[in-house]
């Protein structure tokens, strides 16, 4: 294998336990945190959207141009992800008057669609194939709309559907657990059940998050967005300092 593929894929952590423990808070990370600059910061949805989509973009540059896995870019990378996919379905749902199922639709076809570009441009969408800067760009991309659909998702099955935030976080966390059943018991591609794993634990963070800051009136604990917001960074701050990282392995 060449020294560039190697330098590429080392950017790319293993998927461990840890690895999905991080995501869930990062995940959650997301809506507290996008929801106190839109709401809290009275700054809306279409601006605080515009601000992350910044700080996206600026994360995405440094994390592809990174010569080695640092695990607090690639993490930073994701919580940008995550909290301009809040927003952005938040404006896609009520700011464009389209609802969850039609923002959720939106998203979804948009998803399928940048996996399906990204496996017929490099033949994979596999975690082990982002070998360059164009599989990277692709991997963003797809894990900010799986971001902004998680949360749309989230968002109708706690309100329109009626499940409430707990209701809700039971459905996701039973689907989780289908995918880890069929990680172990069945030949499923591991490449889809990372993805279905992947998209799921963003609307599962998406309602814990409203749970954590929502009213004891909505079915919330009326905690404040910045300190949930506080409490998740260092919780993740902590998981990354304190246990150990490695790259994922290169395909060979």
Known sequence: MN?????????VPEVTFLFWIIKIAATTLGETGGDAVSMSMNLGYLMSTLIFAVLFIVAVIAQIKAKQFHPLLYWTTII??????????????????????GGSSLLLALLVISLFIWHRSLGSVSVGSVSSPKAEMFYWVTI???QTLGT???????????????????????????????????????????WA?????RPLGAVVGDFLDKPFSAGG????????????????LLCILLFKQRAARTAH
């Open 144 to 146: 900010m709309f799986s």
């Open 197 to 201: 794993a992947f998209i799921l634990t």
């Open 221 to 236: 604990l009326a905690l404040s967005r910045y300190s949930a917001s506080a409490a998740l960074f260092v919780f993740m």
């Open 80 to 101: 940008a992800t995550t909290t301009v996919g809040t927003t952005l379905a938040d404006f896609a749902d009520r700011s464009l008057g389209i609802g969850y199922a």
């Open 3 to 11: 020294t560039s593929t190697e330098t590429a894929l080392s950017k």
């Open 152 to 194: 749309a998702v989230g968002d109708w099955t706690a309100d329109t559907a009626g499940f409430g935030y707990t209701g809700a976080a039971m459905v996701f966390g039973a689907l989780l657990a289908l995918v880890v059943v069929a990680y172990y018991w069945t030949t499923l591609s591991r490449t889809l059940l990372f």
